[in-house]
Each structure stands twice: as structure tokens, then as C-alpha cells.
């Protein structure tokens, strides 16, 4: 009777440590579980980060460069300010005809095309003079109309500089004749553009059949000048 007894014991005792070791194998292996998932969620976090920091260096990256050109852009090489930009406030064009008659100008009188119909930025005056108020690229245009029957020359000035040449024929047709030029110039600011007759005693059509106009087509911003 005691051996039974002792027999079903041990097999209670067998069948409990076994029972516990199966529980203590589950409890491992769910903690390996909550373990590789806490691992993989912090895999992931990492990887988020990590794509965050690649963000970060690619703005500070874009950040530098745009204070780079900010710096260029508002500075010279030797600290000066720069002048502005070219805006709504900078822009220069004018439009000029001549309205009123000329008769017989002299050698190397400018031409005054009185009739001013666009002038923003005021570098145009009503003597024929186009002073240039920013440095930078200009363009000019002219057409000219001879009185009829006369033949002559006339040409854009920079300051005193002669630049070009144009000619009229029509005392050969006895009629008019007409010339037209463009030309793009570099100028510094003050500089002056005039067109100027070149023979005397010479006479152009008036009532606005002789146009004169100009602009500014790029300001130069290297120069340190104030704008």
C-alpha cells in the first residue's frame, strides 16, 4: 500500500515538473517573440531616423547653398553691398519721336526727338541725351526719315565715341529716304547715348516719322554701384 502510494507520487511529481518546464519553454518563447518584435519595431524606428537625418543633412545642404547665394547675391567678393536687383522700381525705357521740324542742322548737333512718349526711369531728356542711370546692358533703336531730296549721315554717340554710321540717299531717288539701326550697349551708369548729325545743313522728316527709343535689358550687379 505504501509503495502505490509512493508510486502514484512520484509520477504527480514527474507529470508537475514536466508540466512546469513546458510552462517556463512557453513563457521563453513568447518572451522571444515580444523580443524580436520590440526588435523589429526598433529596427524600424532606427531606420525612420535614420531617413530623417538624410532629410535634415539635405535641407541644412540646400540651406547653405541658398545663403551662399544670398551672400553672392547681396555682397561682393571685396564686402561691399551689392545694388539691388533689377524690379518694378529699376526699369528704364523710353520712346521718343520728332515732332516738331529741324531744318539744316549742323555737324555734329544731336538730334532732338522732342515728342516723348515713354520715358520710366527718366534717363531720357528732351535734348536727345539718354543718360544712363544703372550699370548694365542697353539696347537702342532709330529710325530716321531724310527731308525730301537730301542725302546725309548721322550716328550714335557713346559720351564722344562715334559707334556707328548711317546713311540716306534720297537725292538720288529724289525723294525720302529712311535708315534704321539696333545696337546693344555696355554702359556705366552716366554714361550718355545721343545720335548726332554728321554733315551740316541737313534736315529730317518731322510729325512722328522718326523714332528713337531704348531700354535696359539687363542691370549689372557686380559693380558695387548703389542702384
Not at 555737324?107 to 526711369?121: E, H, K, M, R, Y
Not at 559707334?163 to 550718355?192: E, K, P, W
Not at 523714332?211 to 559693380?223: I, M, R
Request: glycine letters at 6%; one cysteine or more; hydrophobic letters at 35%.
Amino acid at each position: 500500500m505504501f509503495a502505490s502510494v509512493t508510486f502514484c507520487l512520484i509520477v504527480v511529481l514527474l507529470f508537475s515538473a514536466a508540466e512546469a518546464e513546458n510552462e517556463i519553454l512557453n513563457r521563453i518563447t513568447n518572451l522571444e517573440k515580444e523580443c524580436k518584435a520590440e526588435i523589429s519595431k526598433l529596427n524600424s524606428n532606427v531606420r525612420d531616423l535614420q531617413s530623417e537625418v538624410e532629410e535634415l543633412k539635405a535641407e541644412n545642404k540646400w540651406g547653405k547653398e541658398q545663403l551662399q547665394d544670398l551672400m553672392a547675391a547681396t555682397f561682393t567678393t571685396e564686402g561691399k553691398l551689392r545694388p539691388r536687383r533689377q524690379g518694378q522700381d529699376d526699369l528704364v525705357a523710353f520712346f521718343a519721336t520728332i515732332r516738331t521740324a529741324q531744318p539744316y542742322l549742323g555737324q555734329g548737333q544731336t538730334i532732338v526727338f522732342d515728342n516723348v512718349i515713354t520715358n520710366l526711369g527718366g534717363g531720357y531728356h528732351q535734348t536727345g541725351l539718354f543718360t544712363a542711370p544703372y550699370d548694365g546692358v542697353y539696347v537702342f533703336s532709330v529710325t530716321l526719315v531724310t527731308a525730301f531730296d537730301q542725302s546725309s549721315h548721322a550716328s550714335f554717340f557713346k559720351n564722344s565715341e562715334q559707334i556707328t554710321v548711317m546713311y540716306f540717299h534720297g537725292n538720288a531717288i529724289h525723294d525720302y529716304d529712311t535708315s534704321t539701326q539696333t545696337i546693344v550697349l555696355d554702359l556705366y551708369r552716366g554714361d550718355i547715348v545721343s545720335i548726332r548729325q554728321t554733315e551740316s545743313a541737313k534736315s529730317y522728316h518731322s510729325n512722328d516719322h522718326c523714332l528713337y527709343s531704348g531700354f535696359l535689358l539687363k542691370q549689372k550687379l557686380s559693380t558695387g554701384t548703389v542702384g
